[in-house]
């Protein structure tokens, strides 16, 4: 059996998953189609950008690569015609003749540059920015529904490991309960896997928000002046793991964040 709830933010991510039954499926998704709390927008413009400067360090290595050979070649030619014992005079000429023709041709081209470096920044902006733009609009609904994932991937997460001295117990209402908890955690991520009397003794998960109200501040209509109204927490969770009897070898392994 598995409980959920749809809070008013898709921040709001309570379940409870009893093990007592057959062993249920869960899937986590975003609570309403218009509660996205992120975007994938970011993540697309920094592959995006990865991508773009892979192909351009390439073409620059293949670039320099070319010209190493170009100069290989421009050697063995100037020592093919000092072998031949070509005139000093007429090659140091032909050799300033052929600068002097270089210069002007790079004079020419840092005009046209001058000229079209507007045309180079906008058209820059548009690579690096219009192909990312168009794949976050067309694909927005599949890639925001990937944020979670992406949110978990990221974080730097903690690792703990529950034992048989970890084991709590409490009396609620006359009733006892063996249990394991994790105290506080933001619920981005939770993983976890149970061993030997952890797994067979193990009974319900459960994650909730601690049950307590903040003060906000929210601008009434029409007026200035601020009111503080109280909302209930969605920023500091627990998760509790409950077991039928107390378990005396295995573990439980816990990923979160």
Not at 80 to 107: F, G, M, P, R, Y
Not at 127 to 143: E, R, S
């Amino acid at each position: 059996m598995v409980e959920t709830y749809n809070g008013k933010s898709p921040r709001n991510a309570r379940i409870k998953i009893d093990y007592t039954g057959e062993c249920p499926s869960v899937q986590f998704k975003y609570p309403r189609k218009d509660g996205y709390e992120g975007s994938m927008r970011e993540p697309i413009l920094i592959a995006w950008v990865v991508f773009l400067l892979i192909v351009f360090y390439s073409f620059m290595f293949g670039v320099s690569l070319s010209n190493m050979n170009q100069d290989n070649d421009t050697q063995v030619n100037n020592t093919q015609v000092n072998n031949t014992q070509v005139n000093d005079t007429l090659q140091s000429l032909e050799l300033a003749k052929k600068e002097l023709e270089q210069i002007n041709k790079k004079i020419e081209l840092a005009n046209k540059d001058y000229m079209q470096t507007p045309f180079k920044i906008i058209l820059v902006i548009l690579i690096v920015m219009l192909p990312p733009f168009l794949v976050n609009k067309i694909f927005k609904k599949k890639l925001n529904a990937l944020f979670p994932v992406y949110q978990a991937w990221k974080t730097k997460k903690k690792y703990v490991e529950f034992k048989a001295k970890d084991i709590k117990t409490s009396n609620i209402n006359g009733k006892k309960e063996i249990y394991v908890e994790i105290p506080y955690f933001k619920n981005v991520i939770l993983k976890y896997e149970a061993t030997k009397d952890f797994s067979k003794y193990l009974t319900i998960m459960e994650i909730k928000e601690h049950n307590f109200k903040t003060k906000e501040n929210h601008k009434r209509k029409k007026k200035k002046k601020s009111i503080k109204v109280k909302k209930q927490n969605e920023w500091y969770w627990n998760a509790k793991f409950y077991f039928n009897k107390t378990p005396k070898n295995g573990k439980l392994s816990v990923v979160f964040k």
